[in-house]
């Protein structure tokens, strides 16, 4: 999943959460319903302006829109040889 798809999936759910329609989230950030569909969908990137407008809309910081956006890392591996330091070759 691209991290487009991601944020439009973050985007979608937190207006289900709020229980808006398209066309009302569209409304409070001052987006046409069809690029806000389109931003949705992952088919369109979002600027900065535009996720600040849909993040106040939906009463949510920036930051925590676009963290809920992210791939998290996966927990590094650690090998068997770096589990037995000072072991000599």
Known sequence: ???LE?????????????????ERLAEKAR???SYLGEVERGRAAASLII?????TALNIKLSALI???????????HSARSSHEGDSL
């Open 1 to 3: 999943m691209s991290l």
């Open 6 to 22: 991601r944020f439009g999936g973050v985007v979608r759910e937190a207006r289900i959460q709020q229980g808006w329609s398209q």
């Open 31 to 33: 987006l046409d319903r």
């Open 51 to 55: 996720a600040q407008r849909l993040a």
């Open 67 to 77: 963290s809920r956006s992210e791939v998290k890392p996966a927990a590094p591996e």
